[in-house]
């Protein structure tokens, strides 16, 4: 037996980091989804949002598209038509006012009656048209209500100067400039109207969030204590809570777990209490059979014996590996130390890296008979036996390999079952080199080890599977996720 410690003694992962049986599943099922359900969110916090705020958000932009389209450029070319009709009707003005008369009384009552100021810029002329990145709605209203009353040239700016727009006229006498104010061109409720849009939407998405945040934490918290039941911890202090669906299923997860409970500890009761009742006729047949000497039908008879001794200790560890230990922290690092000193085999070498933390909550007794089973099976059948552990921030991996002859890939599923029997070929050298011809030797191999290795791994939410070791023989990966 040795014990190490090294940084780099690490298992072999096939060149990825190891993941549990779920998460395997997890990833080929997210492979086989269509293309389009991979952008849809996970979470049903986030898919109840949406299933919420989705249709808001679309009753909302198509309201206001339609109020933009309908109510918006109605209210703008109205506007714009009043104010091209109100300097077309001063331009009118000018023309057929008298020669001597002063423009001052026209502007004067512009500005007193149409709240409109012009000014005239005596020779002046407007040159070109200002080039505008982007054409507003107003200014593309009011270049064509003017273009439709006027037979002068003219040219619109409704870019914000002192909250004013001008319209430049070209007359024959100069430029008539006409200031006219921003409000009289357009309706400012168009922005409230989205502004309230907008904060309404994100009223809604926080309400829903905060709705959705507290029906989903009852569901972790159901999911958690269904995980923590899983991994065999106590769950008394679970109480249903929240809607009533969920509290529905919680009552429905506190009978099934009472049922599990029940059918196990009356298994469990029933198989300590035949085995044990067995051990005592067995006890009597060994006797019996020692006192009758040695003949071949009393040595056959010894080895049935032994046989179901052996059956009924394979019994009784596995209704002590089902029994009520409670979970507790534990250094898995350290356990390991413990089994493999236990152990007391020096083809055992233990191989543990420096850094990581190796502390889960396990049942501690079952846990190390989970992996005495599996490292006295592996010194069984090798010479050479290598244990290691890596520590991953989603759980521990253990690797327990031997150099025994190793095992069929389609066996490696029933060595699980148990009490199950098969027979297995090894080459005997000798005969070989005596005969020329390969002799071979069957050896049956029967047993609870694996079967109880497995419920154990299952039962703390883990993943026990046989797999090729590099050197040579079985390799026994342990997974307990964190």
């Not at 705020?53 to 679309?58: D, E, Y």
């Not at 023309?95 to 009656?113: G, S």
């Not at 202090?237 to 009533?244: A, L």
Request: charged share 25%; with cysteine; aromatic share 8%.
């Amino acid at each position: 037996m040795a014990i190490t410690s090294d940084d780099a003694a690490q298992p072999a992962l096939h060149g990825r980091e190891a993941t549990s049986g779920s998460e395997a599943i997890r990833t080929l099922s997210d492979a086989a989804r269509p293309w389009y359900k991979r952008f849809i969110p996970k979470s049903l916090r986030t898919q109840a949002t949406l299933l919420i705020v989705v249709p808001v958000l679309i009753l909302q932009v198509i309201t206001t598209w339609l109020f933009y389209d309908r109510h918006y450029e109605t209210v703008t070319k109205r506007l714009a038509q009043a104010v091209a009709g109100e300097v077309a009707a001063l331009v009118e003005i000018m023309e057929r006012r008298p020669p001597e008369a002063d423009n001052w009384e026209i502007f004067d009552w512009a500005r007193r009656r149409l709240e409109i100021y012009p000014r005239l810029e005596p020779g002046g002329t407007i040159g070109q048209p200002p080039d505008f990145f982007f054409r507003n709605v107003v200014q593309e209203k009011l270049e064509l209500a003017l273009s439709r009353r006027l037979e002068y040239p003219f040219t619109v700016d409704t870019r914000e100067r002192d909250e004013l727009s001008v319209v430049q006229v070209q007359l024959p006498e100069g430029v008539l400039h006409v200031q006219v104010r921003h409000k009289r061109l357009f309706s400012s409720n168009t922005y409230f109207f989205i502004a309230w849009m907008l904060v309404s939407a994100g009223a809604l998405v926080l309400i829903a969030q905060f709705i959705m945040s507290r029906q989903v934490r009852t569901l972790r918290r159901f999911a958690r204590v269904a995980d923590r039941f899983g991994k065999g911890q106590d769950v008394a202090d679970f109480k249903p809570v929240g809607p009533t669906e969920v509290k529905q299923v919680a009552r429905a997860f506190l009978r099934m777990r009472e049922r599990i409970a029940r059918q196990v500890q009356q298994r469990t009761t029933l198989l300590a209490g035949v085995s044990h009742d067995l051990r005592t006729p067995l006890t009597r047949m060994r006797l019996e059979l020692e006192l009758m000497g040695s003949s071949p039908e009393t040595d056959a008879l010894k080895s049935d014996v032994a046989q179901m001794q052996r059956m009924i200790e394979g019994y009784l560890a596995f209704a002590r590996g089902e029994g009520s230990e409670d979970s507790t922290e534990c250094d898995v690092a350290e356990l390991l130390r413990e089994v493999v000193r236990n152990a007391r085999n020096e083809k055992v070498q233990l191989s543990l890296p420096t850094k990581g933390s190796f502390e889960l909550v396990v049942r501690r007794g079952a846990l190390s008979r989970c992996l005495s089973n599996l490292i006295d099976n592996a010194a069984r059948h090798g010479q050479h036996v290598e244990v290691s552990a890596v520590s991953y921030r989603k759980g521990i991996e253990i690797m327990i390999d031997d150099d025994g002859p190793g095992l069929p890939a389609e066996l490696r599923e029933d060595a699980f079952k148990p009490f199950v029997s098969f027979r297995r070929q090894e080459t005997n050298g000798a005969a070989a080199r005596d005969d020329a011809e390969a002799a071979t030797a069957q050896e049956e191999v029967v047993g609870l080890g694996l079967s109880i290795a497995r419920d154990i791994a299952i039962s703390h939410g883990g993943q026990l599977e046989l797999l090729d070791s590099p050197l040579g023989g079985l390799r026994a990966r342990l997974w307990l996720p964190s």
